[in-house]
């Protein structure tokens, strides 16, 4: 039996620690907003925080996570209203939104370290966040617009 804390709820799950957390998350609890992508951690749609980490969850091992503070884009704000959210909204950044859980993700991370990244920085942190419909133009707008949010005390 693995204990997982997952968006602050814990949940126990009787499953074999080598099972990719992704497939706990989607299959066993329920949280579909991670997606599947690649399966070797190339594209990024399953990005998910580890301790406030990104982590790619295709090819991570879910008795990794025991423990540990999992956090998904369901767990990412109360109301779909962390800054990245609001800023993906506005901009309108989703084409077919597959990988845009794991873009937001990732994105979240860099913000919470960088409060105000430049186009490089975003670059370096998004490396591995593959969108198969080229929205990266609006992604680095939003990051940009999400940061300008934080700055000026958007939650």
């Known amino acids: 039996m693995l204990k997982l ?35 070797v951690a190339q594209c990024g749609a ?41 800023a993906w909204l506005e901009l309108d950044v989703s084409q077919c939104g597959y990988c845009q859980a794991g873009q937001i993700m990732s994105a979240a991370v860099l913000l919470r370290e960088n409060k105000n990244p430049t186009d490089k920085d975003i670059d370096n942190a998004m490396e591995g966040n593959i969108c198969r419909c080229g929205t990266y133009l609006r992604i680095h707008k939003a990051i940009h617009l999400a940061a300008e949010m934080q700055r000026k005390g958007s939650k």
Not at 8 to 34: C, N, Q
Not at 61 to 69: D, H, I, M, P
């Open 5 to 39: 804390n997952i968006n602050k709820k814990i949940y126990e799950l009787d499953i074999d620690p080598d099972t990719p957390l992704l497939w706990a998350l989607r299959d066993v609890i329920g949280l579909v907003g991670t997606k599947y992508g690649c399966g």
């Open 46 to 86: 399953c990005v998910v925080h580890l301790n406030g980490e990104a982590v790619r969850s295709c090819v991570t091992k879910v008795s990794r996570a025991a423990g540990q503070q999992v956090v998904t884009i369901e767990g990412l704000s109360e109301n779909n209203d962390h800054p990245l959210q609001k």
